[in-house]
């Protein structure tokens, strides 16, 4: 059975503080896709980044960092340097090829200025 | 253009009546999928289609059913709404590693 955790169910931050985002992952299988998602309160879901289970470079895209460790399943999610629009509630996913996607509960950050 | 749509963005209906949510895309994906979300549980799976002759029941199909018409076309209907179907409802269209490319989603009350 694939399953994932985001244990962190609301996060707070002040201002310009870096935060991390944890996801741990459960798959029997080798191949795999990992994934994040922001929902901002506005509501749409925006896809942020993909990971397959063979490339486990880190990912950096601006303040936005993505941690891939297969040793531990987990692929956690780092803002540097935080900023209000960053309060969202952000979604770690997990797939198999041909398989659906299942999604973690989410993590709702707030940023506070 | 947005690549995935959904109509209507928001609808209020009556407990019993029959609602039909509708998702149209541009990406070329085959695969299609309804999601639900309320407050506090994230997003649940209704049903997933991966090409036109291909409908799966997802974790939460009890109450709903739909219709792919075409590629491009999937669409969601409540055949007799209850109140606690009062949900966001998400369309979503995936390449086939499953990056998943949402609709703006579609708030329903049923009163």
């Known amino acids: 059975a694939q399953k994932v955790t985001q244990a962190q169910t609301e996060i707070s931050v002040v201002e310009k503080e870096d935060v991390t985002l944890d996801c741990v992952y459960e798959t029997r299988d080798t191949t795999y896709y990992l994934f994040w998602y922001k929902q901002p309160p506005s509501g749409e879901l925006v896809f942020l980044i993909r990971?397959?289970?063979?490339?486990?470079q880190n990912e950096i895209s601006g303040r936005y960092s993505w941690n891939f460790q297969k040793s531990t399943s987990s692929f956690n999610f780092t803002i540097t340097a935080s900023q209000v629009v960053d309060s969202a509630v952000y979604f770690c996913?997990?797939?198999?090829?041909?398989?659906?996607?299942?999604f973690g509960p989410g993590t709702s950050l707030s940023v506070i200025p | 253009d947005a690549d995935v749509t959904q109509t209507p963005r928001n609808r209020i209906t009556k407990t019993g009546k029959r609602i039909m949510l509708e998702c149209s895309q541009t990406?070329?994906?085959?695969?299609m999928y309804w999601y639900r979300q309320d407050p506090g549980l994230g997003l649940r799976l209704i049903y997933y289609s991966f090409d036109v002759k291909d409908i799966n029941k997802g974790e939460i199909s009890d109450g709903y059913s739909v219709s792919r018409q075409a590629q491009a076309k999937f669409s969601l209907s409540l055949e007799s709404a209850i109140p606690n179907q009062t949900a966001l409802y998400f369309c979503a269209t995936s390449d086939f590693v499953g990056t998943q490319y949402f609709g703006p989603g579609t708030r329903l009350t049923v009163l």
């Open positions: 990971r397959n289970s063979f490339d486990e």
């Open positions: 996913a997990l797939t198999t090829s041909y398989d659906k996607v299942i």
């Open positions: 990406k070329g994906h085959d695969r």
